[in-house]
């Protein structure tokens, strides 16, 4: 088993950056890959960006060029850096364990002037 829990969500302008982060435990951290996903209020889920173990990352489209994904494996924590933000980047943003199948609680960001 391994706990999630999620941080660093918040209200911010357009144009604007926030940098969540992932805390895990319980887990062999530096085997598992991990993921950022969000909900929008009325719609799916989505996968936002990837990471595996040995570092390799994917993006969703609509992110692309705006937000990166990293890992420390020291700190056993997953990060996503989010710049350029959008009004529909709004939404519940969860960090999941693909090897446990876990997720966190989630983190509220809001994207709005």
């Known amino acids: 088993q391994v706990q999630l829990v999620e941080s660093g969500g918040g209200l911010v302008q357009p144009g604007g950056s926030l940098r969540l982060s992932c805390a895990a435990s319980g887990s062999a951290f530096s085997i598992d890959a991990m993921g950022w996903y969000r909900q929008a209020p009325g719609k799916q889920r989505e996968l936002v960006a990837s990471?595996?173990?040995?570092?390799?990352?994917g993006y969703a489209d609509s992110v692309k060029g705006r937000f990166t994904i990293s890992r420390d494996n020291a700190r056993n924590t997953a990060y996503l850096q989010m710049n350029s933000l959008k009004p529909e980047d709004t939404g519940t943003y969860y960090c999941?364990?693909?090897?446990?199948?876990?997720w966190g609680q989630g983190t509220q960001v809001t994207v709005s002037s």
């Open positions: 990471i595996s173990d040995d570092g390799r990352t």
């Open positions: 999941k364990s693909f090897v446990y199948h876990s």
